[in-house]
């Protein structure tokens, strides 16, 4: 499926409507797989010389974004059952000229870290996706790959579609990354698997390290240093990558919207299961517990090597908290479903260092600040922080919120109107299926009376 464009008049557009459940959320859910983890264990997976199981996989479009460009990549990618995929690999070095342009949908993360992938192999390809996707940055990465000796020409302001010529020999690379991003660290070290000699990256703040924990996963050397709030990775080039088995566990960021809906909507008290854990990935939970949320974690355990549990949330009343600015990426997609929760909170919320929102699927600073005007509910925005004050009351609802392409503006909306005193309309639900396929299904399962429907 791809969606071009999205407004109010694209007569392809699917508008939702979400109402107060009577009773609340209850009961025990498993929401879809990691989509970070997916993304990655099917790229491992076409690098790596041998077979890949993943199971767990999100079967999300970003995700079959990625599949689809493996397959163009020269990988043999099958799907034997629900979340359980197989993947043929080339190794490090042995992918192929795509026949075609690479449609990467959505997904800044499949594009941003297929250009590394790129970047290593002697290789000509040509990237484009929707209309949200090619108006965000890719110099971000083009930058420091160019510096290996791939070749980049794209259209203006460094956008999408973008050419690559990859380098027949790239230099390994000594990075320091100007914003915190797992995907351009990503891309780094990816072309780096090409490269003779060690990549070493250096990042001011730690971002999610799933790259760095599958590359030791499939064989690579990776050494991992802290250093102030931040981390130097260093990879050892050309090794051999080997097919390792992936299990994929249930999405943080998902889990986000259904834990948060419990916190907020009386008589609620909901589990998730099989919640991935790491630790640069739960800054809205820390967050949520701040705000005196009653969130329990049970059932710790190691799943393929990332910690995961089960997760707990029950209705109550949330106060306002500061946010500091270093949590931002392990939070750094949570902020639109945060500032929800925000919105039923007594006293003032400062969320600090929200810059990179501004370059996400839609500018998700804005239209959080949209999301909740529309709701009744004034949100400031000063410099790059973003400040609600409320006195603990159910915002008044009633909005026709504009998703602008952004699955996590459409499904924070829709949880906004579970909990609202009116119900809340969004003007397309289609981008959820990007990272949350069955979302509006998932939630009407735990609530009486079905509370989210077509509009
Ligand atoms: O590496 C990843 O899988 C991701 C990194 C983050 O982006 P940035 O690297 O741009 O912060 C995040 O917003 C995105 O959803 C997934
Ligand atoms: C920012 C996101 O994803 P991506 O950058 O992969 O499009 C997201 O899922 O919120």
């Given at each position: 499926m791809s969606h071009s464009a999205t407004s109010p008049h694209d007569a392809a557009a699917q508008p939702l409507r979400s109402t107060r459940p009577a009773g609340g959320l209850t009961g025990r859910i498993r929401v879809a797989g990691d989509k970070s983890i997916s993304h990655r264990a099917l790229m491992f997976g076409a690098l790596a010389v041998g077979r890949t199981e993943i199971t767990g996989l999100l079967e999300g479009e970003d995700v079959l974004r990625t599949a689809a460009a493996m397959r163009a990549?020269?990988?043999?990618?099958?799907?034997?059952?629900?979340?359980?995929?197989?993947?043929?690999?080339?190794?490090?070095?042995?992918?192929?000229?795509?026949?075609?342009?690479?449609?990467?949908?959505?997904?800044?993360?499949?594009?941003?870290?297929?250009?590394?992938?790129?970047?290593?192999?002697?290789?000509?390809?040509?990237?484009?996706?929707?209309?949200?996707?090619?108006?965000?940055?890719m110099k971000r990465v083009m930058d420091p790959?160019?510096?290996?000796?791939?070749?980049?020409?794209?259209?203006?302001?460094?956008?999408?579609?973008?050419?690559?010529?990859g380098a027949a020999e790239?230099?390994?690379?000594?990075?320091?990354?100007?914003?915190?991003s797992a995907q351009v660290k990503s891309a780094v070290l990816l072309a780096g698997l090409c490269a003779r000699g060690t990549t070493r990256v250096e990042e001011p703040e730690a971002s999610r390290d799933h790259t760095e924990n599958m590359l030791r996963?499939?064989?690579?050397?990776?050494?991992?240093?802290?250093?102030?709030?931040?981390?130097?990775?260093?990879?050892?080039?050309?090794?051999?990558?080997?097919?390792?088995?992936?299990?994929?566990?249930?999405?943080?960021?998902?889990?986000?919207?259904?834990?948060?809906a419990a916190l907020l909507v009386p008589g609620s008290s909901l589990t998730v299961e099989g919640v991935g854990l790491n630790p640069l990935r739960t800054g809205l939970f820390t967050t949520l517990r701040e705000m005196g949320a009653n969130l329990v974690v049970t059932n710790e355990r190691l799943e393929g090597g990332?910690?995961?549990?089960?997760?707990?949330?029950?209705?109550?009343?949330?106060?306002?908290?500061?946010?500091?600015a270093e949590r931002a990426p392990s939070m750094?997609?949570?902020?639109?479903?945060?500032?929800?929760?925000?919105?039923?909170?007594?006293?003032?919320?400062?969320?600090?260092?929200?810059?990179?929102?501004?370059?996400?699927?839609?500018?998700?600073?804005?239209?959080?600040?949209?999301?909740?005007?529309?709701?009744?509910?004034?949100?400031?925005?000063?410099?790059?922080?973003l400040i609600l004050q409320r006195n603990g009351r159910p915002p008044a609802?009633?909005?026709?919120?504009?998703?602008?392409?952004?699955?996590?503006?459409?499904?924070?909306?829709?949880?906004?109107?579970?909990?609202?005193?009116?119900?809340?309309?969004?003007?397309?639900?289609?981008?959820?299926?990007?990272s949350f396929p069955g979302f509006a299904a998932l939630m009407n399962g735990a609530a009486a009376g079905s509370p989210i429907q077509p509009a």
């Open positions: 990549l020269g990988a043999t990618v099958d799907r034997l059952g629900e979340g359980h995929w197989q993947v043929a690999g080339r190794g490090v070095g042995g992918l192929v000229e795509p026949a075609d342009v690479l449609d990467m949908g959505n997904s800044g993360t499949a594009a941003r870290l297929i250009c590394g992938l790129i970047a290593g192999h002697p290789i000509f390809a040509v990237l484009t996706g929707d209309a949200s996707l090619r108006s965000r940055p790959l160019a510096a290996s000796g791939a070749r980049f020409t794209s259209r203006a302001g460094g956008r999408l579609p973008l050419a690559i010529e790239p230099l390994p690379l000594d990075y320091r990354l100007p914003v915190a996963h499939f064989g690579a050397t990776v050494r991992v240093e802290a250093r102030g709030h931040g981390r130097v990775i260093e990879l050892e080039g050309q090794p051999e990558l080997v097919a390792a088995p992936v299990h994929v566990p249930a999405d943080p960021s998902s889990a986000a919207f259904p834990l948060v990332e910690p995961v549990g089960d997760i707990t949330a029950t209705h109550g009343p949330l106060r306002g908290v500061e946010v500091p750094i997609d949570e902020y639109p479903i945060l500032a929800v929760a925000a919105a039923f909170a007594s006293g003032t919320t400062r969320m600090r260092g929200l810059k990179e929102l501004r370059v996400k699927e839609s500018d998700r600073l804005a239209a959080t600040v949209a999301l909740l005007a529309a709701n009744g509910v004034v949100a400031e925005v000063e410099g790059d922080d609802g009633g909005g026709h919120v504009t998703t602008h392409m952004d699955h996590r503006i459409a499904m924070s909306a829709l949880v906004l109107g579970l909990a609202a005193e009116q119900a809340v309309t969004v003007d397309d639900g289609r981008f959820i299926d990007t």
